[in-house]
């Protein structure tokens, strides 16, 4: 909400505190500045005129020439707007003056006729908006005055957010009851004084719905539309509102003035009883905005007799409106509840400063007060009669006395406050309270609806009491340094990926059925009910399309062939593993790679990588894994593995598959793996099984296996480490070729024992145990020449 | 007697060490001179053939002559051999204000990094790491937090659903895991729960779908504001500086009263909105079962907007989109 300074005055006497103070002042109270300015005349040099004469131009249809008078002379100025007549005062810029943005004014010849300057409008000025043409001043001002001099030429704004517990903030007299506890300064509530001169005509009355506790109207007779008053047209639009007639601003006025939202009927097209009552279903009532809304039994409507008249404080009806012609007024001064207006403001999508002070709830108690201020301020500027106020109240509302005990302040902010300082805060802020020995019983004022708590009065203390004025104590758990499993099971992975030159992603959870699809075409998916982006309605069942999508767009984008990694959640709509009331949620680490990455150093060619080296990623990341294959959808047929550790599956990984390599236009192949990042223990990866040194040399041999083409390679390694399971061993195949049907695999065994120096007779019979056990057990045979 | 003319034999041997083109030759020139061979050892030979105060007088000579140019040899070796790496060393000048080697990125994302190091500043406090599921009820979002049905948050327009009764959705905030939390452990609670947040934005400068907080939740006996104000006053010096001052606020959230917003003078002293917080409303304690008469406190802390600050990022944008010039800066 935007607060003048000026405005503010009237309730609270600010002006002697420096606008820094005021915004401290505001901030402790819990009302965020937005933004704050200083507001400096956006002009110069302006004075008022009084129009003597108006004459036609002799060379143009569109202006008018007029001579006015300016005080100390009078001067002929063309004027192109026709709202005026002779004997209307104006704000003139004379030449050497200047208008809104710096726009400098001079003589100038106008078809023929030298004009001394401008008459202008409120928009030139940088007043408000207007489209009606010249501003017209009051008729008492004399000419020559500086138009500076009455109009506040400065002032300063604060835009305020106000927290949505606070709806009772929504108003000037509402600011000022907080600052006046923050000053220590007493609030001027103004007085009504009224003299009722006519009979209402007609019955008004709340209803039998409880939606509606309060109806106040009165009627008024006499009345002319015109412009509102020149302060109310300033005040209105620093604080953003358009302005319109007297009628609609003055009700405006008043809504941000006490916060009762008013609204105003031509009385002459109403006919009988004036009520409230829930909307039939499907009933409709044309808005003022010329829209027909369908209503539902959930929304109020104003009616007379049984016709729907009003959407009640949302927004009033085309056919009772108050036009130029209206000489007759009913004014509505109602309390409505809050959840009421909010869903019916919400359901159409009308949003207005009457329905967000609806419903936040505004003062159930102010109907009255609210009608009066309404006829204060239109009586000062015309000669108006009116009716007895009428408020029909079922007295529904109240709020309910509360105990608070004063040790649970000490209990809950940690500080002992101080029986004045108690007393101090209820008073200022008028809240009906007495400190009984150990109890602060209390009853919250009729524009609170935050106050129905022990704890809601705690708070209120504690924002009064100032929150930086709070000491500060650092408490601490007992568990220090202890993330758990899960945090350090993901930075312990991260770190290993990093190490490889694999960069972690973030992406987005949703995406289109597609990249679910395609790797996922058995899952049940989740979608989102009411998706942003229609076609990304789906959260992803996997990483590896998002992964994809990230190697692809920085491949396009920046030329650089990467490996990339994410650790997020996938989903699938069975029922979860932990919490049986949600959809089932995984976290999984995926990680992309390719055949060729673009290797740091330029001046080399890329660096080519293959299925074997992501298998030893694997055994980096995971220890102690057995890797089975597996038929994915989306990957290489013979290129695709499960992982398990302790015999459950932890993850897969494999090689896209041809095709979607194919598909996605991809030069290179792709490897790609996900990690079940719940299923690891970080003690677990950690764990490390020592191999003693042995202190004795070592003997080697390379051996030579012709071996069928479809014989698994590791068979043998086992083989030759169970034979050799007393020595400390590194079997590795060093060679492996193949040739149409045969095959030769190369291995080289290194072994060392841990008791003793094998001579050539002990070192000819481990090579000979070896080969004759893999040739029997195997059906392989050890090719004769190079192995020693 | 026959002797040799030892200044004209170490005249010739400087003549040559002044020639000496490659290291090697100092070896040739020590065989020339002392080895087998040389002129001296030839003399050496005679000595057996003198006469004992001959053979000392000769002897010696000889022996000084062989010292002197072994001595020589080795201090023109060593100065020759230092000159040569120095001018080796260069000659080999290589313009390093090129960058050969590239940054293609490999390390953390921002968001991650951030998230790593909020998670430390409070695990070393005693907050351990809780999860909870990004798929939620609403009550776990919204009901058991305070927020009832009728709530503006809990537009269409604001959450996204899973269903048409609006009974699953996806969390809009961390503070679903205090629920989740406080169901399944008893007091005293002292935990950090990093994750996603989803709410109904689409993708752009400001605004995304899909964000992380960091939500804390402590429960123990007598926590009171002062423990709350003094946790968060730590963590911001620990994140930002030992410098940076904080300011506290009154602010509304429904779970929490009193609320408060928590602000961080930045450089140009500009005060910057980080986190939110409160102590925990009673009805949440009633909600989660535990004593209605339980204290503690709670806070969110949004992980973009931190990151946002800490390193002057001007697009949200940004973090999802993976570009890898904007990956590796980090």
């Known amino acids: 909400m935007k607060v003048l300074k000026s405005w503010l005055n009237d309730w609270i006497d600010i002006s002697e505190i420096s606008n820094e103070d005021i915004s401290e002042g505001l901030e402790s109270l819990g009302f965020e500045i937005e933004e704050q300015s200083d507001l400096k005349p956006n002009y110069s040099n302006i004075v008022v005129g009084k129009v003597l004469e108006i004459y036609p131009h002799p060379n143009a249809d569109k202006v008018r020439v007029t001579k006015t008078d300016v005080g100390s002379k009078t001067y002929e100025i063309v004027c192109g707007a026709w709202n005026f007549d002779v004997g209307a005062v104006v704000p003139v810029a004379l030449p050497n003056s200047e208008i809104k943005d710096g726009f400098k004014i001079d003589k100038r010849d106008i078809r023929g006729v030298e004009s001394n300057g401008m008459i202008c409008s409120a928009s030139e000025l940088d007043l408000w908006d207007d489209h009606e043409g010249i501003l017209i001043l009051d008729d008492n001002i004399l000419p020559g005055t500086d138009f500076s001099s009455i109009y506040a030429s400065s002032d300063y704004l604060w835009d305020i957010g106000i927290t949505p517990n606070r709806g009772d903030c929504m108003s000037y007299l509402g600011i000022a009851r907080e600052l006046s506890n923050y000053f220590d300064k007493k609030i001027n509530i103004k007085k009504s004084k009224l003299n009722p001169s006519i009979t209402n005509i007609l019955n008004t009355n709340s209803g039998k719905i409880k939606e509606c506790d309060s109806y106040g109207s009165v009627e008024i007779e006499n009345f002319k539309v015109t412009d509102s008053s020149f302060l109310i047209r300033y005040r209105l639009s620093n604080v953003g509102t358009r302005i319109i007639n007297n009628v609609v601003d003055i009700t405006n006025y008043i809504l941000y003035d006490v916060g009762q939202p008013l609204h105003a009927f031509d009385r002459d097209k109403l006919f009988n009883t004036v009520s409230v009552r829930k909307a039939k279903n499907n009933e409709t009532v044309t ?45 509505e001064s109602a309390y409505f509840d809050k959840v009421s207006i909010m869903k019916t403001s919400r359901k159409l999508g009308l949003i207005s400063d009457a329905s967000i002070r609806f419903e936040r709830g505004i003062d159930f108690n102010i109907q009255k007060y609210g009608l009066e201020q309404f006829l204060m301020t239109l009586k000062n500027s015309q000669d108006i009669k009116y009716s007895e106020l009428s ?37 200022n802020l008028m809240i009906d309270g007495e400190i009984k020995k150990d109890i602060i019983e209390f009853t919250a004022p009729s524009w609170r609806y935050d106050l129905d708590r022990p704890v809601d009065l705690i708070e209120e203390f504690a924002k009064h009491y100032g929150f930086n004025n709070f000491s500060s104590n650092l408490p601490q758990g007992l568990y220090k340094n202890e993330k758990g499993n899960f945090w350090k099971v993901k930075e312990y992975l991260s770190k290993i990926l990093i190490s490889n030159n694999f960069q ?134 013979n290129y695709s593995f499960s992982i398990f550790k302790n015999n459950e599956i932890v993850g897969h990984f494999g090689q896209l ?127 004769s020449g190079n192995n020693d | 007697m026959p002797e040799v003319n030892t200044e004209k034999i170490f005249a010739s041997f400087l003549l040559s060490v002044g020639q000496v083109t490659k290291i090697d030759e100092f070896n040739d020139l020590e065989k020339e001179y002392l080895g087998k061979n040389s002129l001296i050892s030839e003399e050496r030979k005679k000595l057996s053939s003198m006469s004992e105060i001959s053979r000392k007088k000769y002897g010696k000579v000889l022996q000084e002559l062989s010292t002197q140019i072994s001595e020589r040899l080795n201090q023109e070796r060593l100065s020759f051999q230092s000159k040569f790496f120095k001018e080796k060393e260069l000659n080999d000048n290589k313009d390093i204000t090129i960058n050969w080697y590239k940054d293609l990125g490999s390390r953390e994302h921002v968001l991650t990094s951030v998230m790593n190091e909020v998670v430390d500043i409070f695990s070393a406090i005693g ?65 950090v729960a990093p994750g996603r947040v989803y709410r109904s934005d689409q993708l752009d400068a400001t605004h995304s779908p899909v964000f992380h907080q960091i939500e804390g939740l402590a429960v123990d006996e007598n926590l009171t504001f002062s423990d709350l104000k003094g946790t968060l006053e730590y963590f911001v010096q620990e994140f930002f500086g030992k410098e940076i001052k904080t300011k506290f606020i009154p602010h509304f959230f429904p779970f929490t009263e009193p609320s408060a917003e928590v602000l961080v003078s930045w450089k140009d002293g500009e005060w910057l909105e980080i986190l939110g917080c409160g102590m925990v409303d009673p009805n949440v304690f009633q909600h989660v079962g535990y004593d209605k008469n339980s204290q503690g406190f709670a806070f969110g802390v949004g992980v973009e907007r931190l990151a946002m600050i800490r390193y002057k990022i001007d697009h949200i944008k940004n973090f999802y989109e993976n570009d890898l010039r904007f990956l590796r800066q980090f």
């Not at chain 1, 009003?310 to 009772?320: C, D, P, Q, S």
């Not at chain 1, 309910?400 to 008073?427: A, C, M, P, Q, R």
């Not at chain 1, 979860?576 to 330029?602: E, K, M, R």
């Not at chain 1, 296996?705 to 050799?724: Q, Y």
Request: glycine share 2%; proline share 3%; net charge negative.
């Open chain 1, 504 to 637: 972690e992603i973030q992406t987005l959870s949703f995406v289109n059925k597609e990249m679910n699809t395609v790797f996922n075409p058995e899952k049940k998916y989740v979608t989102v009910f009411n998706a942003i982006d229609k076609s990304n309605n789906y959260l992803r069942s996997n990483l590896m399309s998002s992964l994809l999508d990230t190697y692809i767009f920085n491949l396009q984008q920046n030329n650089i062939l990467n490996s990339y990694f994410e650790i997020n959640t996938v989903f699938n709509s069975s029922v979860d593993n932990t919490f049986n009331d949600v959809p089932n949620q995984n976290v999984v680490l995926g990680f992309i790679t390719s055949a060729n990455l673009t290797t740091q150093d330029i001046r080399k060619s890329d660096q080519s990588i293959d299925i074997y080296y992501v298998k030893s990623l694997i055994n980096q990341l995971i220890n102690n894994t057995q890797l089975e294959p597996i038929i994915k959808p989306g990957f290489h047929q």
């Open chain 1, 657 to 783: 598959s041809t095709e979607l390599q194919n598909n996605f236009e991809l030069e290179n192949e792709v490897f790609l793996g996900e990690i079940y990042v719940n299923k690891l223990n970080l003690n677990e990866l950690k764990l490390i099984n020592y191999q003693p040194l042995s202190q004795y040399p070592f003997i080697k041999f390379d051996l030579s296996f012709s071996v069928p083409v479809e014989f698994s390679a590791h068979l043998i390694v086992d083989e030759i480490k169970k034979l050799l399971s007393k020595n400390e061993n590194e079997i590795e195949i060093f060679d492996d070729f193949q040739h149409e049907n045969s095959r030769n695999l190369g291995i080289r065994i290194v072994t060392r024992s841990y008791e003793k120096t094998y001579d050539d007779n002990e070192t000819r019979q481990i090579l000979m145990k070896i080969s004759d056990s893999l040739e029997a057990k195997f059906k392989i045979t050890l090719n």
């Open chain 1, 287 to 331: 808005t003022l905005d010329s829209q027909i809304r369908k209503l539902t039994n959930d929304d109020l409507v104003i009616t007379d007799g049984d016709k729907p008249i009003a959407l009640a404080g949302v927004m009033g009806g085309l056919e009772t409106e108050v036009t130029d012609s209206t000489v007759n007024l009913l004014i």
């Open chain 1, 391 to 427: 408020i029909d109240t079922k007295n529904n509302i109240k709020n309910e006395k509360v105990n608070l005990k004063k040790d649970e302040i000490k209990k809950l902010l940690g500080i002992e406050l101080k029986d004045s300082f108690i007393k101090k805060t209820l008073k």
């Open chain 2, 127 to 191: 907050y351990t790491v809780a999860t909870g599921p990004e798929a939620e009820t609403s009550w776990h979002n919204f009901d058991a937090l305070n927020t009832p049905d009728w709530h503006p948050a809990r537009y269409e327009s604001d959450t996204l659903y899973l269903d048409e009764n609006l009974e699953q959705l996806l969390r809009t905030q961390t503070s679903t895991v205090q629920v989740r939390h406080m169901q399944n452990n008893k007091p005293p609670v002292y935990i």
